[in-house]
């Protein structure tokens, strides 16, 4: 991993090009980076794109690895200047990686349809942005759009209950398949097994709440960081619906 990432790592600092000593949060943590970049690596990925840029600790990850593969990152976030003081396009240019980065400093639905209708296309993407239902399903309606057959996105905090909710439902999308979680999958409590067995009940799906019915566990999204993969154009029909 980049020299400077571990320094941010370990000191949970950096120093800016003004001289200034940035404290660094709400940053994706160093084992989730390296989920990431094994991603990345493993499957040779080239074009990236990102939602949430902060003081861009995720985005120096893949940046890192993209780089390898000779590919460019894509970085989108409203909130740059405004609220992280622009310190990481700082970070990205004092690690090297300014002419890997092209950066939006858009909200995600002015930017996303943007890169649709220029034809341009991805093969992995990170969303850490803001952990409501609708802006996240959202994102993912355009990501889908933007991302090629056998792509990766990557959801982080989906322990949020609006993220945890959108990945009930794209989970199960026929095209889509779960890929990895970090970390990795939790079991269901002995509780939480016994009260999936309410399905077998009459009318049990018009009663019982869907969370108690299918679990997160056996969606295989009961972590705090998933990959879900295409595997496939959509090809559902116009009325397909499933319980989320
Ligand atoms: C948790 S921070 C991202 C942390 C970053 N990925 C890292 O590892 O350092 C969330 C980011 O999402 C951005 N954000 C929030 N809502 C957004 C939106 N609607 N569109 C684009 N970016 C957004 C915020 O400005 C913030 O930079």
């Known amino acids: 991993m980049n020299n400077i990432l571990e ?3 370990e000191n949970k600092e950096f120093v800016n090009f003004e001289g200034q ?17 094994q991603i990345i690596s493993q499957n040779k990925f080239s074009k990236s794109i ?11 990850a893949i940046v890192e690895e993209i780089e390898k593969n000779k590919g460019k990152h894509v970085v989108i976030d409203k909130f740059q200047h405004s609220d992280w003081g622009g310190n990481g396009l700082n ?12 950066f939006f400093e858009q909200f995600c639905f002015e930017a996303l349809p943007k890169l649709m209708f220029e034809g341009r296309r991805f093969d992995f993407a990170y969303i850490d942005s803001t952990k409501q239902f609708d802006w996240i399903l959202v994102n993912f309606f355009y990501l889908d759009k933007l991302l090629e057959i056998n792509g990766v996105i990557v959801f982080d905090d989906v322990t949020f209950p609006g993220i945890r909710k959108v990945l009930r439902y794209i989970s199960q999308f026929p095209n889509y398949k779960v890929y990895s979680q970090h970390p990795k999958n ?3 409590s002995k509780a939480r097994s016994l009260a ?7 009318l049990a799906d018009k009663l019982i709440k869907d969370e108690i019915l299918i679990s997160d566990s056996s969606l295989q ?12 154009e959509d090809t559902r029909n116009w009325d397909w619906h499933v319980s989320f």
Do not use: D, R
């Open 221 to 232: 999204i009961n972590s705090g960081c998933v990959a879900i993969k295409k595997i496939s």
């Open 91 to 102: 970070l990205i240019k004092a690690a090297g990686y300014e002419s890997k980065i092209e």
């Open 50 to 60: 990102e939602i949430g840029f902060a003081f861009g600790t995720s985005t120096l």
């Open 196 to 202: 999936g067995l309410l399905k077998l009940l009459p």
């Open 21 to 37: 000593v940035i404290k660094i949060h709400s940053e994706t943590n160093k084992s989730q980076c390296e989920f990431l970049q």
């Open 186 to 188: 939790h079991k269901p």
């Open 7 to 9: 320094e941010i790592f």
